[in-house]
T-cell receptor, first 112, second 115 residues
């Protein structure tokens, strides 16, 4: 059973465009939602994270939008660059629990 | 800090052989996680340890898989006997448990190919 559903699984965006990756979760006990970025040959690295008490969090060109009632959250990458080409994972976890549940991943390719 | 160190980076083995993957967590981290990554299933948690004690091994696919953490600076994941369907990238991650789920740091992974 996939507790965090992520889409699309692959995405091609032109340089300068907006990349959007969507995730939905089922467990209402989740209260921490990180996004990880993974480059080829490397492990995933924490990119940005949000808690459900805010609807949006922005760090540079990366923004998380969160909709608690719909149990959905998304990552927006503004002004996408070829260097953003990577696999992105959304994830969810609960305070007090070490386990993090990951989405299937989205392979993003930003073309010049 | 050298980060989470995994070895080997690549492993090619024949079906039926024993495979041992190694992980050195970040010094001071007391939680350690083993993940498996495949195209079909993404990142799957296999097992995690807290203070060297296995806490949740519900993700270990079957008895052929075993993991140990004999001390705070070393862990192994063993597959015996290995099968072609075990081919995947295996990641180790560590964190400091009182920080909750925050601050996971992943190693660079071991790409396992079983032929």
């Amino acid at each position: 059973q996939q507790q965090v559903k992520q889409s699309p699984q692959s995405l091609i965006v032109q340089k300068g465009g907006i990349s959007i990756i969507n995730c939905a979760y089922e467990n209402t006990a989740f209260d921490y939602f990180p996004w990880y970025q993974q480059f080829p040959g490397k492990g995933p690295a924490l990119l940005i994270a949000i808690r459900p008490d805010v609807s949006e969090k922005k760090e540079g060109r990366f923004t998380i939008s969160f909709n608690k009632s719909a149990k959905q959250f998304s990552l927006h990458i503004m002004d996408s660059q070829p260097g953003d080409s990577a696999t992105y994972f959304c994830a969810a976890s609960r305070t007090g629990y070490q386990k993090v549940t990951f989405g299937i991943g989205t392979k993003l390719q930003v073309i010049p | 800090d050298a980060g989470v160190i995994q070895s080997p980076r690549h492993e090619v083995t024949e079906m039926g052989q024993e495979v041992t993957l190694r992980c050195k967590p970040i010094s001071g981290h007391n939680s350690l996680f083993w993940y498996r990554q495949t195209m079909m299933r993404g990142l799957e948690l296999l097992i995690y340890f807290n203070n060297n004690v296995p806490i949740d091994d519900s993700g270990m696919p079957e008895d052929r898989f075993s993991a140990k953490m004999p001390n705070a600076s070393f862990s192994t994941l063993k597959i015996q006997p290995s099968e072609p369907r075990d081919s995947a990238v295996y990641f180790c991650a560590s964190s400091f448990s009182t920080a909750g789920p925050y601050g996971y740091t992943f190693g660079s992974g071991t790409r396992l190919t079983v032929v």
